[in-house]
């Protein structure tokens, strides 16, 4: 398993350009480490694009608080509507360290993972979804990862 390093939305949004493959505008010549990354997906007859994952803690205080019903509207109301291409959700067991008491915590979680254009707009839905999961459900954070990939359908 190769592990792959998660950075803040903050220093993603300031590195993407360099990530992105078909800059258009935002980078009149590509690099040619883009390059390879796009001959690589023309070998596989597949799109430069990103793959986000994004990791929904449900419990809220010690208590499991986001139900499957709230989840379910959540994603109905909230994650399908950004994304209405498609994406596939994940149960899984989280496990993190709060961050106001140092304990380690354990919870039923959701991941959702996205493949999608690789642009600025994509990150602002993805950064929308985040601080609406927060608010709703008093959250103190989202995990997220995104990742270049090639991708076809």
């Known amino acids: 398993m190769r592990l792959v390093p998660t950075v803040s939305f903050t220093a993603l949004t300031a590195i993407l350009p360099a990530l992105l493959i078909a800059a258009g505008p935002v980078a009149a010549q590509p690099v040619p480490a883009q390059q390879a990354i796009a001959t690589g ?3 596989y007859a597949a799109n430069p694009m990103i793959e986000a994952q994004l990791f929904f803690g449900r419990n809220i205080g010690s208590e499991v608080g986001v139900s499957e019903r709230d989840w379910s509207g959540f994603l109905d109301d909230e994650v399908t509507p950004r994304f209405p291409n498609g994406l596939t959700v994940t149960d899984a067991s989280g496990h993190w360290r709060d961050s106001e008491t140092g304990r380690l915590i354990r919870e039923p979680s959701k991941i959702v993972t996205l493949l999608a254009d690789r642009d600025p707009a994509t990150l602002h839905l993805i950064r929308e979804i985040v601080d609406l999961y927060k ?8 995990g997220l990862a995104i990742r270049p990939v ?4």
């Open 41 to 43: 997906c023309e070998a």
């Open 135 to 142: 608010e709703r459900f008093h959250q103190q954070s989202v």
């Open 150 to 153: 090639c991708a076809s359908f």
